[in-house]
């Protein structure tokens, strides 16, 4: 899938990874200007609070700055990166199931929402769509996101997934087949709702 206009390729992002490892600080800071959203929306993804998706995506960032010298390239940056921040999400589930926990809202689409940008062409579909997202089962979300929005190839997200590419690929049909469902019930809705009621007087 190519990477939306706008948004660096995963080859020049792995270049200023690999060039960040060298001590380059402009591309540090490229690095992580490249792949800041697909952090968040990633973390968002996985993270049942939305208090602490900009946290986890702060530590997913200092681990892989602290990690860049082992960075080979053998895979994307972004692959690499999506795995650590799979890693920090995991941990911080960990750390925080001794703890009570201060609000209980799985609302990661707001979040999502605000790492979008604004007042372009198709924001309102895409937040609908994160609103239809929310209904899959958390596997197909997953492999939905990672394929469809955030563009990984199948076999990279099978990696994240820690699952055969076979049934990455089933989730994201299923998950394509129940969204064209519920576009579909949400139309024929919308469509009763403006029917106009013949007048009977």
């Known amino acids: 899938m190519p990477a939306p206009a706008g ?67 053998r895979s994307s940056a972004r692959t690499w990166l999506l795995a650590i921040a799979r890693r920090a999400v995991a ?7 001794v703890r009570p926990r201060t609000a209980d809202v799985p609302d990661w689409r707001l979040t999502v929402e605000r790492a979008q940008p604004r007042g372009l062409p198709g924001f309102d579909d895409g937040i609908v769509l994160l609103d239809l997202l929310d209904r899959l089962p958390r596997e197909r979300r997953e492999a939905f996101v990672l ?31 129940t969204l064209a469902a519920l576009v579909a019930e949400a139309e024929g809705a919308s469509t009763a709702v403006r029917r106009p009621v013949p007048d009977r007087g």
């Open 7 to 73: 948004r660096p390729t995963d080859d020049a992002a792995t270049a200023w990874a690999l060039a960040a490892r060298g001590g380059d600080s402009d591309a540090v800071d490229r690095f992580v200007r490249a792949l800041h959203r697909d952090v968040v929306r990633y973390v968002a993804h996985l993270c049942a609070d939305p208090q602490t998706v900009d946290d986890l995506a702060q530590d997913t960032f200092l681990r892989a700055l602290g990690s860049l010298h082992r960075f080979e390239g």
């Open 91 to 97: 941990d911080s589930h960990r750390y925080t199931a």
């Open 147 to 177: 394929t469809q929005l955030l563009g990984l190839p199948y076999t990279e997200a099978a990696a994240l997934g820690d699952c055969p590419v076979g049934t990455v690929r089933s989730r994201v049909a299923r998950a394509r087949t």
